[in-house]
C-alpha cells in the first residue's frame, strides 16, 4: 500500500542544517512528485517545496535561499536539507505525494505521519 | 503569491448543524482548489479537491463548491468526528498557498 514516511533529527541547533528523508513505498518516485509542507507548533501549513518526477524542484520563494530538495530513486527517498536553521523553523514536516496524471485528482492525497523538529540550542 | 483568504477563522456549531467555511483566492485559481482535515496530532486529510470532488472514503456529508473567486466547504449535517482544523490549499501556481485554516468546535 502507498506509504510516506518522514525521518530525520528531533533537534537541531540554531544555525546548523536540517537534514530530513521521506521515504516512499507502494508507488514510484518517477511516477510522482513529492512535496514537502511544515507546520509550527499551533500554526498553519506552509508548502515549502517540490521534487518532480523528472527530478526538477521547486521551492517557496521565501525559503529558496536556504533550503534544498533531492532523491535517490533507486532507495525510493527524497531529502530536504535546509541550512541557517532558527527557532521559528521549529514546527512538524510532513512528505506528501501529488500523481503526474489526473490533474488535481492525484494532489496531496496521501501524507506521511510527519516529524516534529525542535530548533534550540 | 496567491493570497487565500479563509473565514472564519474559528466557529462552534451543535450537532446536526449545516456548516460553511470560505476561501477567496487573491487570483483565478481555477479549480486547483482543495480542501484538508487536520486533527489534532494528525497529519492532513484531503477531503475535496479540484473545488468540488469529494475525495475517496470522505462522508458525503461534506461538499465543496465554488462562486467565482469564493471557494466552499460545507457539512450539511454536523457529527461530533468533525471537530477539526479545516484548510484550503490553492495549487494552480507555484508556490502553492494554504489558507490560515477554521478551527471547528462542537458546541
Known amino acids: 500500500q502507498v506509504q510516506l514516511k518522514e525521518s530525520g533529527p528531533g533537534l537541531v541547533q540554531p544555525s546548523q542544517t536540517l537534514s530530513l528523508t521521506c521515504t516512499v513505498s507502494?508507488?514510484?518516485?518517477?511516477?510522482?512528485?513529492v512535496h514537502w509542507v511544515r507546520q509550527p507548533p499551533g500554526k498553519g501549513l506552509e508548502w515549502m517545496g517540490r521534487?518532480?518526477?523528472?527530478?526538477?524542484?521547486s521551492y517557496n520563494s521565501a525559503l529558496k535561499s536556504r533550503l534544498s530538495i533531492s532523491r535517490d530513486t533507486s532507495k525510493n527517498q527524497v531529502f530536504l536539507k535546509m541550512n541557517s536553521l532558527q527557532t521559528d523553523d521549529t514546527g512538524t514536516y510532513y512528505c506528501?505525494?501529488?500523481?503526474?496524471?489526473?490533474?488535481?485528482?492525484?494532489?496531496?492525497?496521501?501524507w506521511g505521519q510527519g516529524v516534529m523538529v525542535t530548533v534550540s540550542s | 503569491d496567491i493570497q487565500m483568504t479563509q473565514s472564519p477563522s474559528s466557529m462552534s456549531a451543535s450537532l446536526g448543524d449545516r456548516v460553511t467555511i470560505t476561501c477567496r483566492a487573491s487570483?483565478?485559481?481555477?479549480?486547483?482548489l482543495s480542501w484538508f482535515q487536520q486533527k489534532p496530532g494528525k497529519s492532513p486529510r484531503r477531503m475535496i479537491y479540484?473545488?468540488?470532488n469529494l475525495a475517496a472514503g470522505v462522508p458525503s456529508r461534506f461538499s465543496g463548491s465554488r462562486s467565482g473567486s469564493d471557494y466552499s466547504l460545507t457539512i450539511s449535517s454536523l457529527e461530533s468526528e468533525d471537530m477539526a482544523i479545516y484548510y484550503c490549499?490553492?495549487?494552480?501556481?507555484?508556490?502553492?498557498?494554504f489558507g490560515s485554516g477554521t478551527k471547528l468546535e462542537i458546541k
Open positions: 479540484g473545488a468540488t
Open positions: 521534487m518532480r518526477y523528472n527530478g526538477d524542484t
Open positions: 506528501t505525494r501529488e500523481g503526474i496524471y489526473g490533474g488535481y485528482s492525484a494532489l496531496f492525497d496521501y
Open positions: 487570483q483565478d485559481i481555477g479549480n486547483y
Open positions: 507502494g508507488f514510484s518516485l518517477t511516477s510522482y512528485n
Open positions: 490549499l490553492q495549487s494552480i501556481q507555484y508556490p502553492f498557498t
